[in-house]
């Protein structure tokens, strides 16, 4: 066992566990969906040339929560974290685990920049077994039954043997499925539809779904997934590294710069 869950903290305890929709992020502002100039590196969170690091903890979640129907998962201590003391960590639950960030529902299609390139996403875990799922919720899918188009687009890393941290980086794989029949689209897989559970690419559920808002984002130990000791860190989105901990670093102290130490020097003999 890799991290200890007494020292963690639910997030539900700080947040209704209602679905938070169109709220700001933490720095007021809908989250930045610029794309790392770095990947993730192996061994798990590192950060791109463009981003920066937001440290989430119990006291300041930074528009994290759990929906009332799935249990929240816990940031707890680990011994060996890619970043640090703390990872989110997960308990199998018949109800599944998770934790998302609200992404201030921002249209899906910004995922793709005027380049045809991906908004960075990913993040680093560990897992005896199957691993935590990535999953973007969307509102204004487009399926044929009435309702506000809700539905999760999800992509699962490789499994793992609890020995190590591993790096999810699901980047243009094939392998993201949706929770809904999505309609066709003239122009994308020769127009036809996609059954739910088929796999295909990001790009193509986006093109699939014009109209479709991302309102969360985040990981999920579904309730299928047996496995003990699954933590995840390190969770990339654009240029935001979430760094989940007990507590935030202190911050570093700006230093003076040499003429502002003159400065003071010469004042002083004045």
């Given amino acids: 066992?890799?991290?200890?869950?007494?020292?963690?903290?639910?997030?539900?305890?700080?947040?209704?566990?209602?679905?938070?929709?169109?709220?700001?992020?933490?720095?007021?502002?809908?989250?930045?969906?610029?794309?790392?100039?770095?990947?993730?590196?192996?061994?798990?969170?590192?950060?791109?040339?463009?981003?920066?690091?937001?440290?989430?903890?119990?006291?300041?979640?930074?528009?994290?929560?759990?929906?009332?129907?799935?249990?929240?998962?816990?940031?707890?201590?680990?011994?060996?974290?890619p970043l640090g003391a703390g990872a989110l960590t997960f308990e199998q639950s018949n109800k599944g685990t998770s934790l998302y960030k609200n992404a201030a529902g921002v249209k899906l299609s910004t995922l793709v920049d005027a380049q045809g390139k991906l908004t960075d996403i990913g993040y680093s875990y560990l897992t005896d077994g199957a691993a935590p799922a990535l999953?973007?919720?969307?509102?204004?899918?487009?399926?044929?039954?009435?309702?506000?188009?809700?539905?999760?687009?999800?992509?699962?890393?490789?499994?793992g043997d609890g020995s190590k941290w591993l790096t999810a980086t699901p980047g243009d794989s094939d392998q993201y499925w949706v929770t809904r029949d999505i309609r066709g689209v003239e122009g994308v897989r020769d127009g036809e539809a996609l059954p739910r559970n088929e796999r295909t690419t990001l790009k193509n559920i986006i093109a699939m779904n014009p109209d479709a808002t991302l309102i969360e984002y985040g990981v999920q130990q579904t309730k299928e997934n047996a496995a003990t000791g699954v933590a995840v860190d390190g969770f990339v989105f654009g240029c935001t590294t979430t760094d989940f901990e007990l507590v935030a670093p202190a911050a570093v102290p700006a230093q003076a710069s040499p003429l502002a130490a003159l400065t003071n020097l010469f004042g002083g003999l004045s």
């Fill in 1 to 81: 066992m890799r991290f200890n869950k007494v020292a963690g903290i639910a997030a539900s305890t700080f947040f209704s566990g209602a679905l938070v929709l169109g709220l700001a992020t933490s720095a007021g502002a809908a989250p930045d969906l610029g794309s790392l100039s770095g990947s993730i590196g192996g061994g798990g969170g590192g950060v791109g040339d463009c981003s920066t690091v937001e440290y989430t903890t119990p006291d300041k979640l930074n528009g994290w929560s759990t929906p009332g129907d799935e249990t929240a998962a816990t940031i707890g201590a680990v011994t060996d974290g």
């Fill in 135 to 159: 999953q973007l919720r969307i509102l204004g899918a487009n399926y044929d039954t009435e309702g506000d188009g809700f539905a999760t687009i999800v992509w699962t890393p490789a499994n």
